[in-house]
Each structure stands twice: as structure tokens, then as C-alpha cells.
């Protein structure tokens, strides 16, 4: 007995090749709407401070421990070899560069994308959507566009924020608590962190991190199924989604960015 066909395999890819165009459509759709959705900023600026504003508080006592670990095995490791003032540098790069970005971007998924996702499927659910639709107003317009943006918006703004607590944190370790050297901490880090490779590349991850977090929460949320259960299982495949997206994007971009 066969447990599987061709034609069934050939239905799933085809599905699923179906899927991958409709949600093509729908980013290059919210992309092209930039320039109207920006023309009513307020729309933007509300979702901005609701996903900014209440993801702050996780995000910066996330990255005061992660400079307090950096701090602590950085140090460890640097005093075999001698280099223990270079502690700084250390800790910026790996914050700046990889840290930083990703980081923030799996938290800002499990925190804002997960709320986005659950927002835009109960407004489904509650046919919402469909009533919008009926009064002849573009619910992608009107609801996932700013979200979309908003979120592209909050996630550089929230990497930044974590990269200067972590930098804090391990300064706090590594001189108030271990004794390091405060001006070579400091000037280790200035000579050594370099603006456009390595502070822009950790702004152009945490950008694409971000489009690429907040697209999954809005089209999870969009094509949920309009039911309780469909729902919740729109926000658990955000979250699954958009961590492997993080993950992936992040080693291509690194390859790409440092040239391995």
C-alpha cells in the first residue's frame, strides 16, 4: 500500500508555491503604500509607541544581563592571553555586530510580532476586516500597512537601545566589579569600533530583521483562520517563523557583510 501519490506531492508543492506569490504580493504591496501611509503619520506613530514603547522594558534588562555575561566570559578569556583591557572592544563588537540585532529581533518577535499577529487575527475573527471591506476601506491600508512600517521603524530604535544598556552592562562587570582599567575600556572600544562597518552593518541587519519579523506577524495575522484556534496557531508559527527568518538571515547577511 502506497502511502503517498505523485499528484498529492505535486498538490502540496503547488500549494505552496501558490502561498510564497500571495505573500510576495502582499509585501511588495505594503511597500508600495509607504508614501500613504506615511501621509497620515499618526497612524505610524501610534503603532511605534505601541510596539516600541512596551517592548522597552524587556529589551533593556535583556541587554544589561547580556552585557553582564559578555563582560564576565570576555574577561576570563582575555586574561589568558594578556588582553584583558580589550574588554571593551569585546563587548561593543559582539554587541554591535551580532548580538544587538539578532537578539532584540527574537525578543521583538516573541513580544510585538505575537501581538500583531494576534490584534490582526481577532479583527478577523470578529469580521472586522470584512466590515472595512464592505465601507469600501482597504484593510491592508488601513491596518497591516502601519503596522508593517511601524514595526520596520521600532526595530533599529530598539537594537540601538539594547547594544548602549549592554555596553553599560559590561562596563559595570568589567570595571566597577572586576577592576578593569576605565580609560583603556573605553579607548580600546573607540579605536577599535569602527562606524560604518560595523555600527552600520548592525543598523542594516536590525532594518532587514525587521521587515522581515513584522511582514510574518501581519500575514500570519491576515491569513489566520477566523476562528479562536486558528488564532493561536497564527501567533505560535510568528514565533517559529520568524526566529528561524532571524537566524537565517543573519548568517547570510554576516557572509556577506565580512566577507568569509
Sequence with gaps: MSWWRPS?????????????GRSARLLVRLVLLAGQTFSRPRLVRDQVHFLGNYSLAI????????????????Y?????????????????LSLVRELGPVVTALLFAGRAGTSLTAEIGLMKAGEQLSAMEMMAVDPVQRILAPRFWGGVITMPLLAAVFNAVGIIGGWMVGVLMIGVDPGAFWSQM???VDVFKDVGNGVIKSVVFGVAVTFIAVLQGYEAR??????SRATTRTVVMASLAVLGLDFVLTAMMFSI
Design 59 to 74: 529589551i533593556g534588562v535583556s541587554g544589561l544581563f547580556v552585557g553582564f555575561v559578555l563582560a564576565l566570559q570576555g
Design 8 to 20: 498529492d506531492v505535486g498538490f502540496a508543492v503547488r500549494s505552496k508555491l501558490v502561498d510564497m
Design 226 to 231: 477566523a476562528t479562536p484556534e486558528g488564532v
Design 76 to 92: 576570563y578569556i582575555l586574561q589568558r592571553y594578556g588582553s584583558s583591557e580589550a574588554l571593551g572592544l569585546m563587548v561593543a
Design 190 to 192: 573607540q579605536g577599535g
